[in-house]
């Protein structure tokens, strides 16, 4: 039972572009939402987060959006850089030790 | 400084033989967490602590076990009975709504 899902397994963009990656979750419950970026045979590394009080958080390059009603959030990563690639994971919480993770997308950013 | 180690990070074990991964953390945190990932898979649930001496089942606990007998340290344990147990394995820890990552062990099953 899969209640968070990233769709898309990969992604590839030019750098200087635009990454939008996509996850979506069925849990109307999770109140609390993650992306985390994890390179090869290293731990995930927290990037940023939003609490379903709000619809925008950003930090820097990097923008996570919450719509709620869909049960939708993407992060954007602007301008994306070749250093961005790496497997992002969208994670989600109902505030008690119930974290569920998407299976992940790959990100290109070809230089 | 502050952080989560997990040791060692390439670990082969024979098949049929128990093998112990190792967690500590220095941040203070009361949580900690047992992930495992799979080629193409989100990161699942084993086993997970919220205080000491205290632990839940997560989503795939079977043929796993561990301890929490101190508030920095969360080993887990691989036994003969787990099925399929090359992974990679994630410990978190977190003290709110954020889980903070390990480097990870690779375990391997000869």
């Known amino acids: 039972d899969q209640q968070v899902k990233q769709n898309s397994p990969s992604l590839s963009v030019q750098e200087g572009r635009i990454s939008i990656l996509n996850c979506d979750y069925t849990n109307s419950m999770f109140d609390y939402f993650l992306w985390y970026k994890k390179y090869p045979a290293e731990g995930p590394t927290f990037l940023i987060s939003?609490?379903?009080?709000?619809d925008k958080n950003e930090d820097g390059r990097f923008t996570v959006f919450l719509n709620k009603s869909a049960k939708h959030l993407s992060l954007h990563i602007v301008p994306s850089q070749p250093g961005d690639s790496a497997v992002y994971f969208c994670?989600?919480?109902?505030?008690?030790?119930?974290?569920?993770f998407g299976a992940g997308t790959r990100l290109t950013v070809k230089p | 400084d502050g952080g989560i180690t997990q040791s060692p990070k390439y670990l082969f074990r024979k098949e049929g033989q128990n093998v112990t991964l190792s967690c500590e953390q220095n941040?203070?945190?009361?949580?900690m967490y047992w992930y495992r990932q799979d080629p193409g898979q989100g990161l699942r649930l084993i086993y997970y602590?919220?205080?000491?001496?205290?632990?839940q089942k997560g989503d795939i606990a079977e043929g796993y076990s561990v301890s929490r007998e101190k508030k920095e340290s969360f080993p887990l344990t691989v036994t003969s009975a787990q099925k399929n147990p090359t992974a990679f394995y994630l410990c978190?820890?977190?003290?709110?709504?954020?889980?903070?990552f390990g480097p990870g062990t690779r375990l391997t099953v000869l």
């Open positions: 978190a820890s977190s003290a709110l709504d954020t889980q903070y």
């Open positions: 939003i609490s379903s009080i709000k």
């Open positions: 602590s919220q205080i000491v001496n205290d632990f």
């Open positions: 994670a989600a919480s109902d505030g008690g030790r119930d974290m569920r």
């Open positions: 941040l203070n945190h009361d949580a």
